[in-house]
Nanobody, 121 residues
Framework: VQLQASGGGLVQAGGSLRLSCAAL????????MAWFRQAPGKEREFVSA????????YYSDSVKGRFTISRDNAKNTVYLQMNSLKPEDTAVYYC???????????????WGQGTLVTVSS
């Protein structure tokens, strides 16, 4: 059971990136998939989540209207499309999975490795 995040990089403010999180080893058909981020010196914070089967989505206020979470069940992959990026979006982004939706990082048992997103001004 493994989550593999990818897609981070360096982008100018106003630009876009798409992050991917592939679930390897099992099908997360009953799981909530979430994205968190952690900026230097700050705590890990909730970004977005999606119910795998129902497609219900959640966003933090700071990214609502700019980020879109989606999933491709056939590929066992969740995406985070990030548009209109701001320097304050700079962070390491992590994907996570759990049976129940929550915005608390400590509640998630399965984590992928982080992928760094850097937004230059």
């Amino acid at each position: 059971v493994q989550l593999q995040a990818s897609g981070g990089g360096l982008v100018q403010a106003g630009g876009s990136l798409r992050l991917s999180c592939a679930a390897l080893g099992r099908t997360f058909s009953s799981y909530v998939m979430a994205w968190f981020r952690q900026a230097p010196g700050k705590e890990r914070e909730f970004v977005s989540a999606i119910h795998w089967s129902g497609g219900v989505t959640y966003y933090s206020d700071s990214v609502k209207g700019r980020f879109t979470i989606s999933r491709d069940n056939a590929k066992n992959t969740v995406y985070l499309q990030m548009n209109s990026l701001k320097p304050e979006d700079t962070a390491v982004y992590y994907c996570a999975a759990d049976m129940v939706y929550t915005r608390l990082p400590a509640a998630y048992d399965i984590w992928g490795q982080g992928t760094l997103v850097t937004v230059s001004s």
